[in-house]
């Protein structure tokens, strides 16, 4: 079966039951995003979230951030997950490949993301895409709840 990536136009049913499968896949602690949550990003003009279908079956997803900063237009690929179900598929590097083709129409000169090292398989796909690692240090700032 082929995959097929298309970029979400509406938080409809079927997504929200994509992303409360597939968030949990990515992490443990942030809860899956509501319909409202999932609209507000689709409506984004900042932001584009590509759905991966295998067997018409959405089964990946990720989100491309883009946003103008003084020194150029920036673009950042978040939140990639695949479902279990769906891998061995061409998924992730799918979504990727698109998510690529989108900044670079916009105007991106580069694409940005971060991918924990436990991730080996998603990390070994980055760097067959072509990304490189950068020297720099990634900081966060947590706010207490």
């Known amino acids: 079966m082929s995959t097929t990536v298309e970029i ?46 295998v067997g018409g079956v959405i089964v990946g997803t990720l989100t491309l951030v883009i946003f103008r900063i003084p020194t150029g237009l920036r673009a950042w690929i978040e939140d990639v997950v695949v479902d279990d179900a769906g891998r061995g ?36 796909l980055y760097q067959r895409l072509g990304f490189q690692p950068r020297e720099t240090n990634v900081y966060r700032f947590e706010f207490e709840d």
Do not use: W, Y
């Not at 129409?105 to 398989?121: I, N, Q």
């Open 8 to 53: 979400a136009t509406a938080a409809t049913a079927e997504l929200v039951s994509a992303f409360a499968r597939l968030i949990p896949q990515l992490s443990k602690s942030s809860p899956p995003p509501t319909a409202e949550e999932l609209g507000e990003m689709i409506d984004s003009p900042s932001s584009d979230v590509l759905v991966a279908r």
């Open 89 to 124: 598929h061409g998924v992730g590097e799918a979504l990727n490949r698109s998510a690529l083709e989108i900044a670079r129409t916009k105007g991106c000169r580069t694409v940005d993301l971060t991918s924990r090292p436990s991730r080996e398989a998603a990390n070994r």
